[in-house]
């Protein structure tokens, strides 16, 4: 069964929605009212609005603590899409993932499966539950402030193994996890944990840093997973890898056996 993609809340710039294949009742989508908008210091800072939004409605209804999020960078799933979520169209979207105690699925577990051997939440169920995240996600949005904009403070530092090197300010911690394979993580220059605390601004840079990605090998572009610290000192991580669709393998295999990655969508 897939259902018709039910908005829940509309913002300046971004919207809130059920997406057409609900992996789970905490599956929500953060998605651009106008597919054409430019991703600026603005656009950020409602996008982490609706962000905080969307987590307080999913913490208020289903009791969900813990988050993360997926993305496609200039790729769209082809085929089985094994390790993420079907394309629903064009429009930059991003995949909000909740989790709570008394979860009957997990993303991760969803997300093994070929898309077409997913079994989607019953309709019936969301219609209930969705009616009570609107109803959260309107009061909410007079009381969850929006993030402040401005430049980022501290300079930032790219790592390669354990050998510091300083980078201009503004452009985030980049990590590369394995070149083999095409695996990048990027990090916020404040070493923020939480998406919450992250500003606009570093929002902005991090962007530019997953651009400046190369794409090599016949790479076209990535699937990307945002997975908060869950550790003192740890900072929020985006695993960026590398997709093409002459690739041999699924990369997002791998991907999902990284403790972090799999504690966080497992």
């Known amino acids: 069964m897939v259902l018709s993609r039910r908005l829940l809340f509309r913002s300046g710039i971004w919207e809130i929605a059920r997406p057409r294949h609900p ?29 905080n939004l969307a987590r307080a409605a999913l913490d208020d209804v289903l009791g969900a603590k813990r988050f993360a999020v997926t ?55 969301l219609e209930i539950v969705d009616a ?15 993030a402040p904009t401005g ?41 923020a944990a939480a998406i919450s605390n992250v500003l606009p601004g570093e929002l902005v840079a991090m962007g530019s840093a997953l651009d400046a990605l190369p794409l090599t090998s016949g790479l076209t572009g990535f699937s990307c997973v945002a997975v908060e610290g869950g550790n003192p000192g ?10 093409s669709a002459a690739e041999q393998d699924n990369p997002m295999v791998d991907l999902f056996n990284l403790p972090e990655v799999s504690r966080a969508l497992l």
């Open 151 to 191: 430049k980022v403070g501290s300079a930032p530092v790219a790592m390669s193994g354990v050998v510091p090197v300083p980078m201009p300010v503004l452009v985030p911690l980049v990590a590369t996890i394995d070149a083999g394979r095409h695996h990048s993580v990027i990090e916020p220059a404040s070493g």
């Open 23 to 51: 992996l789970t009742a905490g599956h929500i989508l953060i998605r651009l009212s106008d597919p054409s908008t430019e991703f600026t210091e603005s656009s950020a800072a409602d996008w982490l609005f609706c962000h």
């Open 234 to 243: 740890s900072a929020l991580r985006i695993h960026a890898v590398g997709r």
């Open 132 to 146: 009570r995240i609107r109803d959260s996600l309107r009061l909410g949005a007079a009381s969850i402030p929006k």
């Open 71 to 125: 993305f496609a960078h200039r790729w769209h799933p082809l085929g089985s899409a094994v390790g993420e979520p079907v394309a629903e169209s064009s429009t930059p979207t991003f995949h909000l993932f909740a989790r709570w105690e008394a979860e009957t699925t997990t993303p991760g577990r969803q997300l093994a499966l070929p898309a077409h051997h997913r079994v989607p939440e019953p309709e019936d169920s």
